[in-house]
C-alpha cells in the first residue's frame, strides 16, 4: 500500500515543503495538497520546492477543479513539472467545493469535470485536445510524459464516472462499509465501460492520529483534533441530500444520516481542528471516517482497506500532532502494513 501526506498550504510554504520532506523520510511516496486561491497559498508553486527538496515523491493536489483555473494552463503546469522533475505529478479533481463556493461560485458540473479531464491528459501527455471547438497541444512535451487523473467522488453518478473515465478514484473518508459500496460503484463502472477494474487506482483520505494508548482521554483528544473532517464531508453529503433527499436508494443512510443536525459551514475554518461549525458530528463518525488511537488500531484498519481494494491511503494531517504522526506512521504503522 501506498502513503500519501495531505496538508493545507498555510504560510510559511517552506514548513509545507519540511513536512513533506519529513514523510518522505518516513515511507510516503505521496504528497498532496488542499487547493483553493483565497483559502491557502498557491499549491503549485509549493509543488516546485517540494519536488526540488524530494527525489521521488509525487505530489499533486486533492483537489483541484475545472472552474477556477482554464483547463490548458492546469495541463500545462503539471506538464511543466513533470518536464522539470520527472513524471512525479498527479491530477487530483473534483467538483470545486470550497475552491468555488469561497469565490461566489457554484460547484461545477460532473459534465464539465469530464471534459477538463480529458484534455488535461490528453495535453499532459502531448496529445491534442479540443478546447470547444479549437485543437491544440503542447510542442514541447516530451514522448512518455504522464498527467494521472484521480477524481474524487460520492455520489452514484460521480462513482459511475469515476469508473469510467478516471485513472484513480479519491474517497475522502476511511469507513470500511463505504469504502466497500463506493469502491465496488467504480469498479463495475469501469467494467461495465469495458475497462479493467484494477487500472483505476483507489486512494482512502483521511485524519489520522496516532494516541500513545487507548485511553478514553487519548481517544477524546483525537477525535477533537479529527472532528473538523466529518464537517468537511458534510458537506458533499448536504449537496447529495438536496439532489436525491433522505433515505436515497442511491445514496447509503450510512454516509449522510449523521448531517441531519447540520446548520451550516464558514469556510474560513475549513479543515482545521476545532471548527466552531462540526459540533453536530458525533464520534461515532469521527471513529468511522479516521483513524484514530494506538499504532495497532491503525494497522487492522489499514489492513482492512487493503483487502477492499485500496491502493493508497492519504494522511490528512491537519491536527496538533503533525509531525508525531508522520513519525510513527514511518516507525511503526507502513512498515507493518508493508511487511
Not at 485543437?135 to 484521480?150: H, S
Request: charged share 20%.
Amino acid at each position: 500500500m501506498d502513503f500519501g501526506l495531505v496538508l493545507q498550504t498555510d504560510p510559511p510554504a517552506s514548513r509545507v515543503v519540511s513536512l513533506m520532506k519529513r514523510a518522505e523520510r518516513n515511507g510516503f511516496t505521496y504528497g498532496w495538497t488542499f487547493d483553493s486561491a483565497v483559502l491557502w497559498q498557491e499549491p503549485f508553486v509549493i509543488y516546485s520546492q517540494i519536488l526540488a527538496n524530494t527525489t521521488g515523491l509525487r505530489v499533486g493536489p486533492m483537489v483541484t477543479n475545472p472552474g477556477t483555473r482554464t483547463w490548458e494552463v492546469t495541463a500545462s503546469t503539471f506538464a511543466t513539472l513533470n518536464d522539470m522533475f520527472g513524471n512525479r505529478t498527479v491530477c487530483g479533481i473534483g467538483r470545486g467545493d470550497s475552491a468555488m463556493r469561497v469565490a461566489g461560485r457554484k460547484p461545477n458540473t460532473l459534465a464539465r469535470i469530464s471534459e477538463a479531464m480529458k484534455v488535461i491528459r490528453a495535453l499532459g501527455r502531448g496529445e491534442e485536445a479540443d478546447l470547444g471547438g479549437t485543437r491544440i497541444r503542447f510542442p514541447w512535451v516530451a514522448p512518455g510524459a504522464e498527467v494521472p487523473v484521480w477524481m474524487a467522488a460520492y455520489g452514484p453518478k460521480a462513482l459511475k464516472m469515476t469508473g469510467e473515465e478516471a485513472d484513480g478514484f479519491i474517497l475522502q473518508l476511511a469507513d470500511l462499509y463505504l469504502t466497500e459500496y463506493m469502491v465496488k460503484a467504480v469498479k463495475d463502472a469501469a467494467a461495465a465501460a469495458g475497462r479493467d477494474p484494477s487500472e483505476v487506482t483507489v486512494c482512502v483520505a483521511a485524519p489520522a492520529y496516532v494516541t500513545a494508548d487507548d485511553s478514553p482521554e487519548a481517544l477524546a483528544h483525537a477525535r477533537e483534533q479529527c472532528r473538523w473532517f466529518g464537517g468537511m464531508v458534510g458537506n458533499h453529503v448536504a449537496d447529495l441530500v438536496a439532489k436525491y433527499g433522505e433515505h436515497s436508494a442511491q445514496v447509503p443512510d450510512e454516509l449522510t444520516d449523521y448531517i441531519k443536525a447540520r446548520q451550516g459551514y464558514d469556510y474560513a475554518h475549513h479543515g482545521r481542528s476545532g471548527n466552531p461549525d462540526t459540533h453536530f458530528v458525533p464520534d461515532e463518525i469521527v471513529d468511522r471516517f479516521c483513524l484514530i488511537g494506538p499504532p495497532e488500531k491503525h494497522i487492522e484498519k489499514l489492513d482492512a482497506l487493503r483487502a477492499l481494494g485500496v491502493d493508497q491511503f492519504a494522511v490528512y494531517d491537519m491536527h496538533d500532532a503533525q509531525e508525531a504522526t508522520i513519525d510513527a506512521y514511518g516507525s511503526q504503522v507502513i512498515p507493518a502494513v508493508n511487511a
